[in-house]
C-alpha cells in the first residue's frame, strides 16, 4: 500500500486498555496504522518480503515505512481494534504451534525413513535456516532438538515469532523435505498432520495457512 519515510508520519503510543504496556501507533494522512514487526537495516528484502505477502497475497493495507537503522511493517487499524490485541497473540499462538508440529513431522519421518545419521543432519539444517533468518531467542542447535521433541500443544511458552518467521520457516522446510525425501509427498498431510490439535485450532491453522503463499506448498 505504502511505502514511507520517517519524516512522512508521526508516530506516538498509547496505552493498550487491557495491558500495561504501550502501543506504539503510526499516522499517516488521517489513519491510523498498528506494528506488525520490525527489521534490522541489513534486513530489507524479509521487510519488503513481509509487505508484499500482506498487501499483495492479502490484500491488507499497511505501511513499510523505511528508516537508515531498520525497516518495520504497520497494518491499518481502528483505534477501537486494539482491544482485539489479544485475541490476535492467541492467533499467533495457534499457528506458531501448527507449524512447529509440521516440523516435528518431517523430522520423525526423516528420523523413521531414513536413519538417525540424517535425522541429526535435519537439526543442522534447521538451525541453519533460523540462524539465517535471524529467529528471535532461537535460532540454535539445543533450541531446534528442544522443539523437535517437545510436544508444542503443551508449551506454557511460545518462541516469539512473527507470522513472517512463520512464512520463512515453513518454505525453508519444504524446500529441505524435498531435498532429504526427493519428493513433496510429505507436504500434501498437513489434516492428517495436525490430528493432536483441538479441531477449533486446527481449522484456524489450516486457513491461515490457505490463505497465505504457502497454500501451494503444504496442503
Same mark, same amino acid.
Given at each position: 500500500?505504502?511505502?514511507?519515510?520517517?519524516?512522512?508520519?508521526?508516530?506516538?503510543?498509547?496505552?493498550?486498555? &487491557?495491558?500495561?504496556? +504501550? $502501543?506504539?501507533?503510526?499516522?499517516?494522512?488521517?489513519? @491510523?496504522?498498528? /506494528?506488525?514487526? #520490525?527489521?534490522?537495516?541489513?534486513?530489507?528484502e524479509?521487510?519488503?518480503?513481509?509487505?508484499?505477502?500482506?498487501?499483495?497475497?492479502?490484500?491488507?493495507?499497511?505501511?513499510?515505512?523505511?528508516?537508515?537503522?531498520?525497516?518495520?511493517?504497520?497494518?491499518?487499524?481502528?483505534?477501537?481494534?486494539?482491544?482485539?490485541?489479544?485475541?490476535?497473540?492467541?492467533?499467533?499462538?495457534?499457528?506458531?504451534?501448527?507449524?512447529?508440529?509440521?516440523l516435528?513431522?518431517?523430522?520423525?519421518?526423516?528420523?523413521?525413513?531414513?536413519?538417525?545419521?540424517?535425522?541429526i543432519?535435519?537439526? &543442522?539444517?534447521?538451525? +541453519? $535456516?533460523?540462524?539465517?533468518?535471524?529467529?528471535?531467542? @532461537?535460532?540454535? /542447535?539445543?533450541? #531446534?532438538?528442544?522443539?523437535?521433541?517437545?510436544?508444542?500443544?503443551?508449551?506454557?511458552?511460545?518462541?516469539?515469532?512473527?507470522?513472517?518467521?512463520?512464512?520463512?520457516?515453513?518454505?525453508?522446510?519444504?524446500?529441505?523435505?524435498?531435498?532429504?525425501?526427493?519428493?513433496?509427498?510429505?507436504?500434501?498431510?498437513?489434516?492428517?498432520t495436525?490430528?493432536?490439535?483441538?479441531?477449533?485450532?486446527?481449522?484456524?491453522?489450516?486457513?491461515?495457512?490457505?490463505?497465505?503463499?504457502?497454500?501451494?506448498?503444504?496442503?
Open positions: 500500500m505504502f511505502i514511507l519515510k520517517r519524516q512522512d508520519v508521526e508516530i506516538s503510543s498509547i496505552q493498550h486498555p &487491557k495491558r500495561d504496556q +504501550q $502501543v506504539p501507533i503510526l499516522n499517516y494522512q488521517g489513519q @491510523t496504522f498498528r /506494528l506488525i514487526s #520490525v527489521f534490522k537495516a541489513s534486513q530489507e524479509e521487510a519488503r518480503s513481509l509487505w508484499r505477502e500482506l498487501t499483495d497475497n492479502r490484500g491488507k493495507a499497511c505501511v513499510l515505512l523505511e528508516e537508515p537503522d531498520r525497516f518495520s511493517v504497520w497494518g491499518k487499524v481502528r483505534l477501537d481494534q486494539i482491544d482485539n490485541d489479544t485475541a490476535s497473540y492467541s492467533k499467533r499462538g495457534i499457528y506458531i504451534q501448527g507449524s512447529l508440529l509440521l516435528q513431522a518431517v523430522y520423525l519421518d526423516i528420523e523413521e525413513l531414513l536413519g538417525a545419521r540424517q535425522a543432519l535435519f537439526e &543442522k539444517d534447521i538451525a +541453519q $535456516v533460523l540462524q539465517k533468518q535471524q529467529f528471535p531467542e @532461537t535460532s540454535s /542447535l539445543e533450541a #531446534v532438538k528442544y522443539f523437535v521433541t517437545i510436544n508444542p500443544l503443551d508449551l506454557t511458552k511460545l518462541p516469539p515469532w512473527q507470522e513472517n518467521h512463520l512464512i520463512s520457516l515453513l518454505q525453508e522446510l519444504h524446500k529441505l523435505g524435498k531435498t532429504y525425501f526427493g519428493n513433496a509427498n510429505f507436504a500434501h498431510q498437513v489434516t492428517d495436525l490430528q493432536d490439535m483441538p479441531e477449533a485450532e486446527r481449522s484456524l491453522f489450516i486457513s491461515w495457512l490457505n490463505q497465505s503463499s504457502l497454500s501451494k506448498l503444504w496442503q
